[in-house]
């Protein structure tokens, strides 16, 4: 867990993904046709998560903010009248999403191989009699992310926690001195193994936005170490957090 002063605490977690996969994630929930992506939207739908990235001190890779200047490219070129648009020599279409567009559904062709390939692999292995060499989890442990919610998800359910929270005119306290290292401790005693609870609860008692990002960051942690799943039994409903057995 970590220890002492919280200020420049960064996390970097394993499921995140590039921005390949937040463009997908977007597209697939808002229901766009790959083919006719709306950049303008697509694009501030981006650079919100950007900025929350930034608000939680999420490391993520340069590729994402390569995406946002590409984005930010686009759109600007989309904004012009074609006969005023500047020359694009690499273009081999006259829509400037063309370039994107190919490679979402490249990305997306290969994204859908590698899972199938994964399933495969993972049934072969049930093929296997001998014993393991190393400790393996137990075959019914989930992954800390279940079905079809992602970290995306997640990320989204806190925004609009987080928007509410602004909305409602409270303010920073500013003698508040949370930790992540707190937080984990007080998840932790909360949420017995096996048990659950949902995720908007986590903030109704929240005094100060500072509070609830060491809040959320402790969750993601614990994501990490695979101590928490997510569950949504509902496109847009409550995401539960369960415990582990463990």
């Known amino acids: ?36 992506i709306p950049i303008e939207r697509i694009t501030k739908q981006y650079m919100e998560y950007l900025d929350t990235f930034k608000l939680l001190n999420i490391g ?94 997640l990320i989204k359910a806190f925004q609009n926690i987080l928007d509410k929270f602004q909305d409602d005119g409270l303010g920073e306290i500013v003698d508040d001195h949370y930790t992540v290292s707190d937080k984990i401790d007080l998840l932790l005693t909360t949420v017995e193994p096996g048990g659950s609870i949902s995720f908007s609860s986590l903030f109704e008692n929240a005094t100060s936005k500072h509070e609830m990002i060491v809040t959320f960051l402790a969750v993601l942690e614990l994501m990490k170490l695979n101590y928490f799943q997510v569950r949504q039994e509902v496109v847009l409903g409550e995401i539960e957090l369960r415990r582990n057995q463990f």
């Open 60 to 153: 993520v890779a340069g590729e994402f903010l390569v995406m946002a200047a590409n984005l930010c490219y686009i759109k600007s070129r989309l904004m012009l009248p074609k006969h005023v648009q500047p020359p694009d020599e690499e273009a081999e279409e006259d829509d400037p999403r063309w370039d994107l567009i190919r490679q979402l559904i490249e990305y997306k062709k290969f994204k859908e191989a590698a899972h199938f390939l994964g399933e495969k692999e993972a049934r072969q292995q049930d093929h296997f009699v001998r014993k393991p060499d190393k400790i393996e989890a137990p075959k019914d442990q989930e992954r800390p992310l279940s079905g079809d919610v992602s970290v995306f998800d």
């Open 1 to 36: 867990m970590p220890e002492g002063d919280d200020s420049q605490y960064k996390i970097a977690l394993e499921i995140f993904e590039g921005p390949m996969d937040l463009l997908l994630y977007l597209i697939k929930r808002d229901e766009i046709d790959v083919y006719d």
